[in-house]
């Protein structure tokens, strides 16, 4: 009789724990014979369980928790690169900013306009991209508006272009040179489009000084690539304050 109520009770425990299995793989898993607890815990298992369609859920719901774990991963860093390149582009733009106010207050000279810039690119959607003087083109409606959201939106996009080339890990651990380098090379997009859709010619080789124009877009571009380093270990100090409360 005791033998026979352990194996009554033990079936019973079985049956509540396949049901427990099922509700979480959502697959059949059968039940064979009478189960006693004085069986080996393997003879328990192949024999009580079927342990083929127990695995198998197992290793379906491990693939599926690996595949959800992955796409929210990358939604993540996907995430966190936009963040990063939004935050350190800004930050490098307003440099840039500051040095135009900068150099209008004490010497005289006028930074770009962005009005301009505006204006420029108002005119794309119409299919006309250079112009002979961008100064004497009809204004666009909210030019000013066009000119200040180009303005940083090309700087967000530089920063992301030094994301892809050093990798998101280096937000963490900024270091200059990348950023230096980038924003140098940053000063092609005026000398090949910008200047010459404005009318100036390709680094600026239709104005009065074309010596001087360039001398001072490379300046401008450096004063970004500090941007970009400056910006970057404000970034890391945010990013890793953040960690160390979590």
Excluded at 18 to 32: D, Q
Excluded at 151 to 159: K, M, P, S
Aim: contains cysteine; positive net charge; proline residues 5%.
């Amino acid at each position: 009789m005791g033998s026979c109520h352990r194996r009554t009770r033990a079936s019973g425990a079985a049956q509540r724990a396949a049901r427990h299995l099922n509700s979480l793989f959502g697959r059949g898993i059968e039940l064979s014979g009478n189960i006693s607890l004085q069986e080996p815990y393997s003879d328990y298992l192949t024999r009580g369980f079927g342990w083929g369609p127990m695995t198998s859920g197992l290793y379906e719901s491990r693939e599926l928790a690996t595949h959800q774990i992955g796409v929210v991963t990358k939604m993540t860093r996907e995430f966190e690169f936009v963040t990063s390149a939004a935050f350190i582009g800004a930050g490098a733009t307003l440099p840039m900013d500051l040095w135009g106010a900068f150099r209008r207050r004490f010497f005289s000279i006028r930074p770009l306009d962005l009005k301009l810039l505006g204006r420029w690119f108002g005119y794309m959607p119409r299919g006309r991209f250079i112009h002979d003087d961008i100064t004497r083109a009809e204004p666009v409606k909210g030019e000013a508006v066009i000119g200040w959201v180009a303005h940083y939106g090309i700087g967000c996009a530089f920063a992301a272009l030094l994301l892809a080339i050093c990798g998101l890990d280096w937000t963490s651990r900024p270091t200059p040179l990348p950023a230096l380098l980038v924003g140098l090379g940053t000063v092609a997009a005026p000398f090949f489009f910008m200047q010459p859709g404005f009318g100036a010619g390709i680094a600026g080789s239709r104005t009065q000084d074309p010596g001087l124009v360039r001398v001072r877009s490379v300046l401008t571009h450096v004063v970004y690539g500090v941007g970009l380093y400056a910006s970057a270990l404000v970034w890391a100090a945010l990013s890793n304050g953040e960690g160390g409360k979590g």
